[in-house]
């Protein structure tokens, strides 16, 4: 009788199903790598990861940076304004004071200083070299704002120059009104003063002129009122009719009404006295009168 096979000596062989679902060992994929490779692909993620630290820390550091040289340039902005529209800033300085005075060397070197006070507490290079680049910009602006505040009051200058020398000459004719060689200096500074004014505004010469013509007014109507107020109707008229072209219209239409005001009222005043002298002579009262019919001079009021 046949002897059954041991069944330890029998390989064992376990069916799978068919239609089976594989199953899914759930281990470390880098623990399936070759050695080798689980040490490359380490390497790299940490190299990427080094990468993107330092990308991110130099971002930082630029934004720190930035943050800096913007907070210095603050304080460099706040003086910048207060040397410009402070209680000392430039602005404040007025006429004479803007252009006879070294403004532009005065403030600029209180700018720089500034300047240097501002970024004094910057900490790289960085920072240092983004605050000046800013401060070289409000340099610029700062120097172009003096300048531009100097030729604005050169002008303002200018004018209470000459306006000084119109009222001076003015005063001079007025006490030295019987002085053609006098009043000739006066006229003379007023135009040449005017030149000036042209020149350095760029007047046109039509605008010019009318200045000189408007000024040198001043000074025949301070003669000729001068003449009038002593009683000397007849310079008062001389004067007028040989410089009547030099007299604004305006001036001139006041000027030939009290000249003739006032020579009628001189020639009635010496009629008058020729009357106290002959109103008991009839002849003499007589001729008195064909003289005063006769003399064209007189209107027909006196």
Same mark, same amino acid.
């Given at each position: 009788?046949?002897? !059954?096979? @041991?069944?330890?000596?029998?390989?064992? !062989?376990?069916?799978?199903?068919?239609?089976?679902?594989?199953?899914?060992?759930?281990?470390?994929?880098?623990?399936?790598?070759?050695?080798?490779?689980?040490?490359?692909?380490?390497?790299?993620?940490?190299?990427?990861?080094?990468?993107?630290?330092?990308? %991110?820390?130099?971002?930082? $550091?630029?934004?720190? @940076?930035?943050? #800096?040289?913007?907070?210095?340039?603050?304080?460099?902005?706040?003086?910048?304004?207060?040397?410009?529209?402070?209680?000392?800033?430039? /602005?404040?300085?007025?006429?004479?004071?803007?252009?006879? *005075?070294?403004?532009?060397? @005065?403030?600029?070197?209180?700018?720089?200083?500034?300047?240097?006070?501002?970024?004094?507490?910057?900490?790289?290079?960085?920072? %240092?070299?983004?605050?000046? #680049?800013?401060?070289?910009?409000?340099?610029?602006?700062?120097?172009?704002?003096?300048?531009?505040?100097?030729?604005?009051?050169?002008?303002?200058?200018?004018?209470?120059?000459?306006?000084?020398?119109?009222?001076?000459?003015? #005063?001079?004719?007025?006490?030295?009104?019987?002085?053609?060689?006098?009043?000739?200096?006066?006229?003379?500074?007023?135009?040449?003063?005017? *030149?000036?004014?042209?020149? !350095?505004?760029?007047?046109?010469?039509?605008?010019?002129?009318?200045? /000189?013509? $408007?000024?040198?007014?001043? +000074?025949?109507?301070?003669?000729?009122?001068?003449?009038?107020?002593?009683?000397?109707?007849?310079?008062?008229?001389?004067?007028?009719?040989?410089?009547?072209?030099? +007299?604004?219209?305006?001036?001139?239409?006041?000027?030939?009404?009290?000249? #003739?005001?006032?020579?009628?009222?001189?020639?009635?005043?010496?009629?008058?006295?020729?009357?106290?002298?002959?109103?008991? @002579?009839?002849?003499?009262?007589?001729?008195?009168?064909?003289?005063? /019919?006769?003399?064209?001079?007189?209107?027909?009021? %006196?």
């Amino acid at each position: 009788m046949a002897k !059954s096979p @041991d069944q330890n000596a029998l390989p064992v !062989s376990i069916p799978q199903p068919a239609g089976g679902i594989a199953r899914y060992n759930a281990v470390d994929e880098g623990a399936m790598l070759a050695p080798g490779q689980a040490v490359a692909r380490a390497g790299a993620t940490m190299e990427e990861f080094g990468n993107n630290f330092h990308l %991110r820390l130099k971002h930082e $550091q630029e934004k720190a @940076d930035t943050l #800096r040289a913007e907070e210095a340039f603050t304080k460099l902005r706040q003086k910048q304004l207060d040397l410009t529209t402070g209680e000392g800033g430039f /602005v404040n300085q007025k006429g004479a004071n803007a252009v006879t *005075k070294p403004i532009l060397k @005065d403030y600029t070197g209180q700018f720089d200083m500034a300047v240097q006070q501002a970024g004094a507490d910057l900490q790289t290079d960085e920072q %240092r070299a983004l605050f000046t #680049r800013r401060a070289n910009v409000a340099s610029l602006e700062f120097k172009g704002d003096i300048l531009k505040h100097v030729v604005s009051q050169g002008s303002v200058y200018g004018k209470e120059v000459y306006d000084g020398i119109v009222n001076l000459e003015t #005063r001079n004719a007025t006490a030295r009104w019987d002085n053609p060689e006098a009043i000739a200096i006066s006229l003379g500074r007023i135009g040449a003063a005017v *030149k000036q004014r042209a020149e !350095s505004e760029g007047w046109p010469k039509q605008y010019a002129d009318a200045m /000189v013509l $408007q000024d040198a007014s001043k +000074i025949h109507e301070a003669v000729i009122s001068q003449a009038l107020a002593t009683g000397d109707y007849k310079y008062a008229q001389a004067w007028y009719k040989q410089n009547v072209d030099q +007299i604004d219209r305006t001036t001139a239409v006041a000027l030939d009404k009290a000249v #003739r005001d006032g020579t009628q009222k001189q020639l009635a005043a010496g009629y008058n006295n020729a009357y106290l002298a002959v109103r008991d @002579d009839a002849k003499g009262l007589a001729e008195l009168e064909k003289a005063v /019919v006769k003399d064209p001079a007189l209107d027909e009021t %006196r």
